[in-house]
């Protein structure tokens, strides 16, 4: 069998194709899913691509949470659901409170793209297991409010717990604290990550083939399941 | 009160304001010869603003008719000039859509939302042909990098490219940035779109089928973007009413990113029968356009158009530059469920109006006639002007002066070359252009092969087959000052020249002609010279101009900028998969590195000049028909897998080149200076049809016997190594190594290419 993803696509979305491309290329089947529709499709993982839903007016990330599709999300993803949000996705999943914490303007004040060393934190979450402790990747970054915030006894708790899965190496590019590049929930299912895996799929088109990992842990965990 | 055609009848005295909206007493005249009567003020306005330079072309359209007497034989272009973009055939079914237009003023004025905006006008610009938009590109051009006023304008334009086309999803894949200070005061920002579709979704701006109905959706229509019309406001409303608008457009990128998903969705859903943008003008410009080209009439309901601000008078909403507005023509029977799509993106959408057959367009404000017109006359049958013009007489002192070595003392030592090399590479013309580029996202929708720092940006448009297009814009303005009708042949040069070296095959020619005042007898030489250049360029070369943009009065009181012919040229090539890069890889040591083309003594123009504060002189030689060969060449070589990397040759010569590529790679590697040649010459001269490439030794006399035989001179001049640190004294460091001349550690060079942009925007 094959994994159906679902990729959600908001108004102002913009890496819902290549998300949906990434996870054909890593074996899964995509699965478009409409803002507006409360139905998952039957999927069994989801994706919360990188954009600008609703032009991020108000805060990034804030009026999605409200989406008719996001209610639906947010309640199977307590149950156990895969959910992977990159980059506004990310944001959708802070203001969701899935993860904790929030992303603020990059420290700079400029939108920033560029190609990122990551290190990896944690094999354990759903969508990291095929990576291997300390290994360093390099996927593109792209964003304008990425600075990873929170509070110290949450950030103490995210390192204790080992729910940082990546941080950024050789340069913090937006100012998050303690070079959070991406956190999942204690369960290991709900994955926030702000670079793109999903831009680093094709040796053509990305600066690697690194990001490719992060959708087969998840195929493989659920085809295997 | 509303003047109503019946008023403009009955009080045929009526002073109007038609000097201050910028029509000649003669251009009033003709108006009123055309309609019979006085205009009314919503007539005045429309014509007023349709038969602006901006919008008519009447003092270039001589001079591009060109573009099209001399186009050459091409069975490659769809839809040539006139409609909103060209359209290109590039094989396989597929067709692109591409164009540069200018938004200087409103960026000088506004920079974030002047430069937000261009990127917005251009990308409706190539959905209205039915394409989807794929990336944008920016040639901007500021003046000296340290001066205030670039400090001011250069962060907002910047800002405003990326944050427009950064939240519609498009990858910013290449562009220029130019100091000079012929551009203080007069900044240039063009914007570039590129689109594809299939061929049978081409779509045209015309308003056919008697009955159809005229759709406005889109944003709501604000009082933004009004320039003269607010002389018009002020008088059809007294002393409380709207006073003055804002004449700078402010864009929403979500809204056009939202236009661009629901248009898409209506035209492939086949709702559409003609479609157009509102960009300039407003839907004075969209309503006359779709009119003139289908049916030859409409009648507009105005107090239909959903407003933003409800005290907006009549002209003022024909006048509208509001963003994020499309209008389409669409039959009864598929109205609901164009209507259906629209709300489906939350789109708002209304009928404005109908086609008919009348040959005039009508439009009513609240049950009175407030237009009637022929719309021929306001979108097509504007004023022409054959403005005079003549070579200025301070041009053969200018081209006198070339710099000679009696004029700029002339490096020769290893280490005056060496110092001329670190100060060209940290020249802010020069100096990396991350700074700017790094704001732009060029990932987004998966398909960027290539983006700068690269000679091209390419982008797949198949991802089954591998087709893609490369597109390239250049232009050294400081060449088209010395020499207006050779400047624009080498800018087209330079742009064909960047195409080829990715491996495409160049196709079609767009262009943004930046000049000074026309009324200004030798700016206009200059034009008529830039645009017969490009022209004749363009025939020789065998590449049609499918589209383009002139923007005039670039200039400060008498002073006006360098001519600025930007050309746009867009390659194809069958499968990106043999692309070429700009440089050399991790397996590529002992690979070989060869110059393509003739070296000689030429500075008119050239950067090195340029860090001197010297413009004078000729600039280089054109030789088309090399470029043509070195084309081929680059072409072949790359789909028989000859060579590694090609890199062009331009701004800064062969030592800027091969800094490039040193850097891209941070890959070591040794070289030599050409035999016969002075190494400063061979350096830093601006010949033009000249490549570097990278060759496998394998593949090295299969390469050289092929440019032998079709006669194009190759020279060895370098060899990839990385190990060259030990012995230079670098130990673990990759060096560049020139001969017995110079040598320089990679990071040294890196650190004075990239630290120059950031010290002056940053602090």
Not at chain 2, 501 to 528: H, K, R, Y
Request: glycine share 10%; proline share 5%; with cysteine.
């Amino acid at each position: 069998m094959s994994a159906r993803i679902g990729v959600v696509t908001f108004p102002g979305s913009l890496d819902d194709r290549d998300a949906a491309r990434a996870i054909s290329i890593a074996g899964g089947e995509a699965v478009s899913l409409w803002h507006g529709d409360a139905d998952l499709k039957n999927v069994d993982a989801v994706v919360l691509p990188g954009g600008f839903s609703y032009g991020d007016y108000l805060r990034c990330g804030a009026i999605a949470k409200f989406a008719p599709v996001m209610s639906l999300i947010i309640e199977k993803a307590h149950q156990g659901l895969p959910v992977l949000g990159i980059c506004n996705g990310f944001q959708i999943l802070c203001e969701s409170h899935l993860l904790p914490g929030a992303l603020t303007r990059n420290d700079h004040q400029h939108f920033i793209c560029r190609d990122q060393k990551l290190r990896i934190e944690n094999t354990d979450s759903y969508w990291t297991r095929d990576y291997s402790m300390g290994q360093e990747i390099v996927i593109p970054l792209k964003n304008g409010e990425g600075g990873y915030v929170a509070d110290e006894k949450t950030l103490d708790e995210l390192f204790a717990e080992g729910r940082v899965i990546a941080t950024y190496q050789d340069g913090n590019p937006n100012g998050s604290y303690r070079d959070i590049a991406g956190i999942t929930n204690s369960r290991g299912n709900v994955v926030g990550l702000m670079p793109h895996p999903e831009h680093a799929v094709e040796a053509l088109t990305g600066p690697s083939l690194d990001g490719l990992g992060f959708f087969t842990s998840a195929i493989s965990s659920l085809v295997n399941a | 009160m509303i003047d109503s055609v019946s008023n403009a009848e009955q009080q045929p005295d009526t002073q109007q304001p038609f000097a201050e909206l910028g029509l000649k007493p003669d251009e009033y005249d003709r108006i009123k010869e055309i309609l019979g009567r006085r205009p009314t003020s919503s007539e005045l306005a429309m014509y007023s603003v349709m038969w602006s330079e901006h919008c008519s072309y009447k003092s270039s359209k001589v001079h591009l008719r060109q573009f099209g007497e001399k186009a050459p034989k091409t069975d490659a272009l769809l839809v040539g000039i006139g409609e909103n973009a060209g359209v290109v055939d590039i094989g396989q079914g597929w067709a692109v859509t591409f164009k540069v237009e200018s938004h200087n003023h409103p960026s000088y004025v506004e920079p974030y939302q002047g430069a937000a905006t261009g990127v917005g006008g251009i990308v409706r610009d190539i959905i209205s042909m039915g394409a989807r938009p794929l990336a944008v590109m920016d040639p901007l051009r500021f003046g000296a990098a340290d001066a205030p006023d670039t400090r001011r304008v250069l962060p907002g334009v910047v800002a405003g490219v990326g944050g427009y086309g950064n939240c519609l999803g498009l990858p910013n894949i290449g562009g220029e940035l130019v100091f000079d200070d012929s551009y203080l005061g007069n900044p240039l920002v063009n914007a570039l779109c590129v689109g594809s579709m299939r061929h049978e979704d081409i779509h045209l701006a015309s308003a056919k089928g008697i009955g159809n109905l005229v759709v406005l959706y889109g944003a709501r229509t604000g009082g933004d973007g009004i320039g003269g019309v607010s002389v018009l406001a002020s008088e059809t409303f007294d002393a409380d009413g709207p006073a003055k608008r804002p004449s700078v457009q402010v864009g929403d990128p979500f809204m056009e990113k939202l236009l661009i998903e629901a248009t898409l969705e209506v035209l492939h859903a086949g709702l559409v029968e003609g479609i157009q943008d509102l960009g300039g003008a407003g839907i004075s410009c969209a309503t006359s356009e779709l009119a003139s080209n289908g049916e030859g009439g409409m009648r507009v309901w105005l107090d239909r158009v959903p407003l933003r601000d409800a005290s907006l008078s009549p002209e003022e909403i024909l006048m509208s530059e509001s963003q994020e507005r499309m209008c389409a023509i669409v039959t009864p029977e598929h109205i609901d469920a164009f209507m259906e799509i629209c709300k489906k993106w939350d789109v708002e959408a209304i009928v404005i109006g109908e086609v008919t057959n009348t040959g005039r367009l009508v439009v009513d404000w609240h049950g009175e006639q407030i237009v009637n017109v022929p719309p021929r006359t306001v979108a097509h049958e504007g004023p022409v002007y054959e403005r005079p013009y003549h070579r200025p007489e301070w041009q053969d002192a200018l081209q006198a002066n070339a710099p000679t070595a009696q004029v700029i003392a002339r490096p020769d030592s290893g280490d005056a070359l060496k110092q001329t090399l670190l100060d060209l590479i940290g020249s802010p013309n020069l100096a990396s252009k991350s700074w700017v580029t790094s704001q732009y996202d060029r990932y987004v929708l998966g398909n960027t092969i290539l983006a700068q720092p690269e000679d091209t940006g390419m982008i797949r448009i198949d991802e089954e087959s591998g087709l893609g297009v490369a597109i390239a814009t250049d232009c050294n303005a400081r060449f088209a000052k010395l020499d207006p009708y050779n400047g624009a042949k080498l800018a087209l040069a330079e742009s064909y020249r960047n195409v080829s070296v990715s491996g495409a095959i160049p196709l079609a020619v767009t262009n943004c002609l930046n000049f000074g005042s026309p009324e200004d007898p030798e700016v206009m030489w200059q034009f008529a010279e830039a645009t017969r250049g490009l022209a004749d360029g363009c025939l020789e070369l065998g590449v049609p101009v499918t589209g383009g943009n002139v923007s005039f009065y670039n200039q400060t009181a008498d002073t006006a900028i360098h001519p600025t012919p930007v050309v746009g040229v867009l390659g194809v090539i069958d499968d990106v998969e043999r692309r070429t890069p700009m440089t050399w890889n991790t397996d590529s040591d002992g690979e070989l590195i060869y110059v393509l083309g003739d070296t000689s003594d030429e500075f008119g123009g050239s950067e090195w000049a340029h860090i001197h504060g010297h413009l004078g002189g000729l600039p280089p030689r054109v030789d088309l028909q090399r470029e043509k060969l070195l084309s081929e060449i680059l072409v072949a070589a790359s789909r028989d897998g000859m060579i590694t990397a090609a890199h062009d040759v331009s701004d800064g010569g062969i030592a800027i080149a091969i800094a490039e590529m040193a850097m891209r790679a941070n890959i070591g590697a040794r070289f030599w200076v050409q035999d016969d040649i002075e190494p400063f010459v061979f350096l830093f001269a601006e010949s033009t049809a000249r490549a570097v490439v990278v060759i496998p030794r394998s593949e090295e006399l299969r390469f050289t016997e092929m440019c032998a035989a079709r006669g194009l001179p190759a020279y060895r001049v370098g060899v990839v190594d990385s190990g060259l640190g030990a012995d230079a004294g670098h130990h673990g460091e990759q060096v560049i190594v020139m001969g017995e001349l110079f040598t320089f550690t990679i990071d040294q060079l890196r650190q004075v290419h990239e630290a120059t942009l950031p010290g002056i925007f940053n602090s």
